[in-house]
């Protein structure tokens, strides 16, 4: 079955790093644009980072830009988000979403991403 699998969340000190990952699986990972989402309580999920299919375009949110890169590594059917410089704001559960040319999407279950001193 699908299976979009994300993984390293954490607490982290305004200023640090972390690295997402979200792994893929039972659907033709190369065939999907990827993106990360974000959504804090009583707000609506918010477009963080997509990249299309073999990597060609990416695109942030201005609050994200030059802090955070999307990268993907079809070979292991996995997307990842580099996040640097991180700050209280972007405290939030963060979604991997993939979504086809024909608009077929999966998401991911999310995982918790807090930035607190």
């Known amino acids: 079955q699908v299976q979009l699998v994300e993984s390293g969340g954490d607490l982290v000190q305004p200023g640090g790093s972390l690295r997402l990952s979200c792994a893929a699986s039972?659907?033709?990972?190369?065939?999907?644009?990827m993106s990360w989402y974000r959504q804090v309580p009583g707000k609506e999920r918010e477009l963080v980072a997509r990249?299309?299919?073999?990597?060609?375009?990416?695109n942030y949110a201005d609050s994200v830009k030059g802090r955070f890169t999307i990268s993907r590594d079809n070979a292991k059917n996995t997307v990842y988000l580099q996040m640097n410089s991180l700050k209280p704001e972007d405290t939030a559960v963060y979604y991997c979403?993939?979504?086809?040319?024909?608009?077929?999407?999966?998401w991911g279950q999310g995982t918790q991403v807090t930035v607190s001193s």
């Open positions: 979403n993939a979504r086809s040319s024909w608009n077929r999407e999966h």
């Open positions: 039972g659907f033709t990972f190369s065939a999907y644009a």
């Open positions: 990249i299309t299919n073999f990597g060609g375009t990416t």
